[in-house]
């Protein structure tokens, strides 16, 4: 009788989650727009916690864009018509790959500009170091003074 | 002196310079692109009178404010006070949207802390916040008397705020036809 109980717990145990699994509905019926969501989502700023994407945040504001794009989607709306959409309201902040425009030309140029002063800076420096480096030239005296304090038996030649 | 050793404590000076200005930026003030672009067309329920409407329209010929607010909003109590004052001088119609919010937590918050708003209207869903670019409440617009945003308030109105760049811009506004 407890084994059967013990059986029975078992079994309930089991099926729990299983039970919870299938009542989890899926949020789209279309898993193609669905995709498409989540990829506009994730190149979108929230701009209630600037670091997270759209698709990240559970900001408020969040949910209501993300629910926007979903909206627009069944709509038939184009990928950049959404993203159209969402720059006329929040400015290109919103974009995680901002446009490249002459307000952001710094912001794209900057990088590489940084790169290329370093090298012209470093070419310069080891410029000068190999020419300070140059070989020095010994006279046969300081040549000899030298094998001298190394220890070495002086050559015959210069 | 050589005067190549000037040239790190420049970059350096420029560096502090950028900073500096920096410490004084609220990087949660995003430029709105909406200025000097007209009004998003909208028809929302007045809060006190749900069969009432209003849309930009008609506030066209004047100059007024649009202050998005909600119960729920922590920091719109700190900008209330200077709403009401402001209410009571009669200087310009604030119309108040009360933003993804229940009507009747709407209308006891206002009856609790003063009504300073010419109109209150109800965005329940928050579809016109988003057609405004709103992502932070309480955030105020100027609007002219063509139906132009003029100008945006990220944020609670500070007394500052009102009497050096709000204030200013709407006796401007009201000035020109």
Not at chain 2, 78 to 103: F, Q, R
Request: proline share 7%; with cysteine; aromatic share 6%.
């Amino acid at each position: 009788m407890s084994t059967l109980r013990f059986l029975l717990t078992l079994l309930a145990l089991v099926c729990a989650p299983l039970v919870h699994a299938a009542e989890a509905v899926p949020t789209a019926q279309d898993p193609v727009a669905q995709s498409r969501a989540v990829r506009l989502s994730e190149q979108l700023r929230c701009l209630v916690c600037q670091n997270q994407t759209i698709a990240e945040s559970n900001a408020d504001l969040a949910l209501d864009l993300r629910q926007q794009i979903r909206e627009q989607i069944a709509a038939g709306k184009s990928d950049d018509q959404i993203m159209q959409y969402m720059v006329s309201r929040y400015g290109d902040f919103v974009l995680y790959n901002p446009p490249f425009k002459a307000t952001t030309l710094l912001l794209w140029l900057g990088p590489a500009l940084l790169l290329a002063i370093g090298v012209i800076v470093l070419a310069r420096v080891l410029r000068t170091r190999r020419a300070s480096a140059q070989e020095v030239t010994l006279s046969p005296e300081e040549r000899e003074r030298a094998a001298r304090l190394l220890g070495e038996p002086p050559k015959e030649t210069t | 002196m050589n005067k190549k050793l000037l040239i790190p404590l420049v970059v350096f000076l420029v560096l502090l310079g950028f900073l500096f200005a920096g410490l004084w930026r609220d990087p949660r003030e995003v430029p709105s692109p909406l200025i000097g672009k007209p009004a998003p067309p909208f028809k929302l329920t007045q809060l006190h009178d749900p069969a009432k409407t209003l849309t930009p329209e008609d506030m066209k010929g004047q100059v007024w404010l649009l202050n998005v607010w909600a119960s729920w909003c922590v920091s719109c109590r700190e900008e209330h006070p200077i709403l009401v004052a402001l209410g009571k001088t009669k200087v310009v119609p604030i119309i108040g949207l009360d933003y993804k919010d229940e009507s009747s937590a709407g209308m006891k918050w206002l009856t609790q802390h003063g009504d300073p708003y010419t109109l209150s209207i109800v965005d329940r869903d928050g579809r016109v916040g988003i057609d405004f670019g709103v992502y932070g409440v309480p955030e105020t617009f100027v609007i002219d008397k063509s139906g132009t945003i003029r100008y945006k308030q990220i944020g609670p109105i500070t007394a500052a705020a009102l009497e050096q760049k709000i204030l200013p811009l709407v006796r401007e506004l009201q000035q020109s036809s």
